[in-house]
Nanobody, 123 residues
Framework: QLVESGGGLVQAGGSLSLSCAAS????????MGWFRRAPGKEREFVAA????????TYADSVKGRFTISRDGAKNTLYLQMNSLKPEDTAVYYC??????????????????WGQGTQVSVSS
């Protein structure tokens, strides 16, 4: 089970931090990621991180503004979002991939998904 928290409403240029706690029946983690779905748009990749090595991957649209991190002891994933823009408005989902896959971390080939948390950025 993945549970996100930390969404909310912020003005453009502001910051928000999202968290995603993993619990219950998840024993193996290869990587975790953040995706988002804006109104009227398809879900898109935001960022991902490998659990052991900590290798980070970002979408071009958030590179330099967002930072993904994880705390293995707490089984928690984070997304620090700075310099937010109105186009960052979306429901943000965390996802977990248990094992190595031929599909890149930017694809939606993940085993578990959270319920989503709303991030709204006003202009």
């Amino acid at each position: 089970q993945l549970v996100e928290s930390g969404g909310g409403l912020v003005q453009a240029g502001g910051s928000l931090s999202l968290s995603c706690a993993a619990s219950g029946g998840i024993f193996v983690t290869y990587a975790m990621g953040w995706f988002r779905r804006a109104p009227g748009k398809e879900r898109e990749f935001v960022a991902a991180i490998t659990w052991n090595g900590g290798a980070e991957t970002y979408a071009d649209s958030v590179k330099g503004r967002f930072t993904i991190s994880r705390d293995g002891a707490k089984n928690t994933l984070y997304l620090q979002m700075n310099s937010l823009k109105p186009e960052d408005t979306a429901v943000y989902y965390c996802a977990l991939r248990e094992c190595v896959s031929f599909k890149p971390l930017t694809s939606d080939d993940y085993d578990f998904w959270g319920q989503g948390t709303q991030v709204s950025v006003s202009s």
